[in-house]
T-cell receptor
């Protein structure tokens, strides 16, 4: 299995531009999470989906942020317009809910820099 | 709401043992996880506890006391490659009961530095 795949790995954009981050979860996983990591705030949960349905978006900082999961194999996180304070590493993770032990598998992350 | 506390940094010598403590206060509990994160990389899963007691996995062990809201990760026979950030995370059922499996909330992480 290729694991959780995120693209792009790095993104540098100017303030005010739209940014779209992409994630392909592990095949068969029914949960997908978007996290943001900064030195100041650590790893923060932004939103998560179960069977493609958004369950909790209380961590989404503002209306500038939106996330979609049109099917079981693809999700996007969009920031429009972007601001310098959005600079962070954005991780996508997926998980399979079973009665056993399940770790959440993270993608390699997208390092976003807004200048 | 949730509050997950762990020390910011710990230093230990190669071959030694280090114990990283984590205390938590969360609105619900559905398991506690430990992750390892090397600089510039994604977190990787280390261990999971949902019942009280000790779980051992090679050089790493994790302990949980639900009544005390307390966990620790024990790293034995430290190696230089163990230098990393160790993240404690609690899974909370989503409020409103829409999802019993829940979401994973992370502590700030403990940076472990292993010296020769």
């Amino acid at each position: 299995d290729a694991g959780v795949i995120q693209s792009p790995r790095h993104e540098v954009t100017e303030m005010g531009q739209e940014v779209t981050l992409r994630c392909k979860p592990i095949s068969g996983h029914d949960y997908l999470f978007w996290y943001r990591q900064t030195m100041m705030r650590g790893l923060e949960l932004l939103i998560y989906f179960n069977n493609n349905v958004p369950i909790d978006d209380s961590g989404m900082p503002e209306d500038r942020f939106s996330a979609k999961m049109p099917n079981a194999s693809f999700s996007t996180l969009k920031i429009q317009p972007s601001e310098p304070r959005d600079s962070a590493v954005y991780f996508c993770a997926s998980s399979l809910a079973t009665t056993g032990v399940d770790g959440y598998t993270f993608g390699s992350g997208t390092r976003l820099t807004v200048v | 709401g949730q509050n997950i506390d762990q020390p910011t940094e710990m230093t230990a010598t190669e071959g030694a043992i280090v114990q990283i403590n984590c205390t938590y206060q969360t609105s619900g509990f559905n398991g506690l996880f430990w992750y390892q994160q090397h600089a510039g990389e994604a977190p990787t899963f280390l261990s999971y506890n949902v019942l009280d007691g000790l779980e051992e996995k090679g050089r790493f062990s994790s302990f949980l006391s639900r009544s005390k809201g307390y966990s620790y990760l024990l790293l034995k026979e430290l190696q230089m490659k163990d230098s990393a950030s160790y993240l404690c995370a609690v899974r909370e059922p989503t409020l409103g009961g829409t999802d019993s499996w829940g979401k994973l909330q992370f502590g700030a992480g403990t940076q472990v530095v292993v010296t020769p």
